[in-house]
């Protein structure tokens, strides 16, 4: 039992580890607001993934593979990455570090951050994408092992996994910002700012390409 915890464990930190549109997230929040925003980004992913997850264990994942649904989820994560992805480019090249950094915090930048890794993580197509074929195939084959319950708990290991990566990267990124200059912070911002964007692009692209061939057809 402890082996198929851990693997379960393990196979979330290897879903997680890979550079996306998430992790980019977690990062530019991190390079501007710290450590608690960054975390917050992370937690409205796992959110978002854990209620498709949901979705999925109760029979419902045919609900995504319908035409319309996913290419208005594409055309809606590429608005979000790329209002996401200018808004802070913009930013970054206009803004002069603060002498009191608290000052330029927003109240409700934990909420917001929240929301931004929840948006993006339920209107990102590729983890649609995923979670259709390399999760479906762990969802389905942990079922015909176990009762359901116990089905859903080993499925449920997976976050953990997930939330332990978030929770490395929103260190690394909030103790590795006090070490940098602030023309370093501004460089990597932007980086990361172009990044989103480029997905945003792609996922533009995908949506519409796929839109106009039902138009045609």
């Known amino acids: 039992m402890f082996s198929t915890i851990s693997g379960f ?4 930190l290897s879903i997680a580890a890979p550079i996306g549109p998430i992790n980019i997230e977690i990062i530019k929040r991190g390079l501007q607001y710290g450590f608690w925003s960054a975390f917050l980004v992370g937690a409205g992913g796992i959110s978002s993934d854990f209620a498709l997850m949901g979705l999925m264990f109760f029979g ?3 609900i995504m593979t319908l035409t319309w649904i996913k290419i208005s989820l594409t055309l809606l994560g590429c608005f979000i990455l790329l209002h996401s992805g200018w808004t802070n480019l913009r930013m970054a090249s206009l803004t002069i570090e603060p002498s009191n950094p608290s000052e330029s ?4 930048i934990g909420v917001r951050s929240y929301l931004t890794g929840m948006t993006i993580a339920a209107s990102n197509p590729m983890n649609l994408l995923f979670w259709l074929g390399i999760y479906g195939s762990v969802l389905s084959s942990s ?3 176990s009762n359901h319950l116990q089905s859903f708990f080993l499925c449920s290991l997976l976050f953990i996994g997930i939330g332990l990566w978030n929770l490395n990267l929103a260190f690394t990124v909030h103790f590795g910002r006090l070490l940098m200059n602030t023309l370093v912070k501004k460089c ?3 980086f990361a700012s172009l990044i989103l964007i480029g ?4 996922f533009g692209f995908i949506g519409i390409s796929e839109l106009l061939h039902i138009i045609i057809s």
């Open 9 to 12: 464990i393990l196979l979330g």
């Open 60 to 62: 419902l994942s045919h």
């Open 105 to 108: 915090i927003p109240s409700d």
């Open 143 to 145: 079922l015909q092992k």
């Open 188 to 190: 990597l911002n932007t």
């Open 199 to 202: 997905y945003g692009l792609k």
